[in-house]
Every structure is written in C-alpha cells, then in structure tokens.
C-alpha cells in the first residue's frame, strides 16, 4: 500500500515580508497574516480571524510555477487569482495577479495591481 505523499504547500506559512504595488507591508501586520494550504484548499487569516477561504491548483506557464486561486469565502470570494511562486525548503514566495493576469516577474511596482509575499512554513 503505497503511502500518499503531502503536497509541498501543505500546512501553515507566516509572512515573513510582502508589498503592494511597491508599497512595502510593516511588519507589525506581516507578523498577523497567515496562510494555510491543505488538500486543494487555502485560508488565509489575520490575527486569528479567517479573511479569505477558497481553492487552489498548481501549474506551468511561460516558464514559471503557477498558482491560481478561487475565491469561496471572504475579501476574495467569487475572484480568481493568478500567480507565479518559487518554493525552496521552508520558504515560498507568490507574486499574485490581483488584476486577474499572471505576473512576469517576482517584483511590484506603483500602479502595478501586484503583491509579493514571502512566506515561511510554520508547521506541515
């Protein structure tokens, strides 16, 4: 019997740093968000309250890892999510497409709808 192998998300990630359209996050609200993933699904929470619940899938596009997002629950229900992510280790860093197209790279920048989150695994 073959034993089923955890998806490498799979479990909690603290964010250790982020920025919107250029605008970096202070880390007194970086240390209150969190994110989980678990068997196709996300979370996100702030300061123990859930904010955002939905589902996710993993894939390749014009060379780099893709994550999409669907929105079920809370500030993001009904959108869809595009991003890019590296993962190494305890570390995972997304570039999202808030505006509903993949980025093109791991940066923002004002007037870009982009936000970039490093994350660091919690537990599995």
Known sequence: METEVPHPFT?????????LAGDEMPAF?????????????YLVSFAGDVSDRGHFAL??????????LTGVEG??????IPAIYQ????RL???YGLDGIFPSEFSTAANQNLYLATYRRVSQ
């Open 11 to 19: 479990g909690r990630w603290q964010v250790v740093k982020a920025e």
């Open 29 to 41: 609200v970086a240390e209150k968000m969190e994110l989980q993933f678990s068997e196709g699904n």
């Open 59 to 68: 894939g390749v596009s014009g060379g780099f890892k893709t994550v999409v």
């Open 75 to 80: 500030s993001n229900a009904g959108r869809t």
């Open 87 to 90: 993962h190494a280790g305890d």
């Open 93 to 95: 860093r997304i570039c």
